[in-house]
């Protein structure tokens, strides 16, 4: 299963941003997205003091989610440093992480539905069918029988994270 998203506004890209990077620098990510800024811009947009805001930057740097440009005036000898977003380049990433999230609820969902699970009454472990036939269907932890264990519920959270997943590409 492929996971799409094309904006950066879209709820899976600022949950990534956020969690990799932090709230500052997602709030960086957007003023850098419209055209090239500076960190003393950024300073003054937000509030942020110009050493958070290059702190932003270098996180979203790290990870090659801005790039930079730099440019020298001629009279002052000053170097002066742009920032703009490499859209493309968290789009790839995110769409690359929730698609695998997406695969392995997917690939855990057909795994509940397509198998036979047993657990003793403590439910100290749960077990395939196979490793069930192994130990002689007795609990290796306390001895216990093992009976067959009724995952449908299992099925079900599986299945709303799998429409949150979805949910998230809007």
């Known amino acids: 299963m492929v996971f799409r998203t094309t904006s950066l506004r879209s709820p899976a890209v600022r949950e990534y941003l956020k969690t990799q990077i932090g709230e500052q620098a997602l709030m960086v990510a957007f003023l850098c997205s419209s055209r090239p800024i500076s960190a003393e811009r950024i300073s003054q947009k937000t509030g942020m003091k ?12 790290t990870h ?28 790839d990433m ?10 392995l609820v997917q690939s855990t969902i057909e795994m509940e539905k397509n198998s036979l699970f047993f657990a003793c009454s403590d439910r100290c ?6 490793e069930a036939m192994e130990v002689d269907f007795r609990c290796p932890a306390c001895s216990l029988e093992l009976s067959s264990v009724d995952n449908s519920d299992n099925v079900e959270k599986l299945m709303k994270l799998k429409c949150t997943l979805l949910a998230l590409s809007a």
């Open 125 to 130: 472990r749960r077990m395939t069918l196979e």
């Open 64 to 91: 090659s989610f801005v790039q930079c440009s730099k440019r020298m005036d001629k009279k002052t000898n000053w170097i002066s440093y742009t920032w703009s977003l490499n859209l493309k380049k968290i789009l």
């Open 50 to 61: 110009v050493s958070e805001a290059r702190a932003a930057l270098q996180a979203l740097h």
């Open 94 to 103: 995110v769409n690359g992480v929730y698609s695998q999230k997406l695969n």
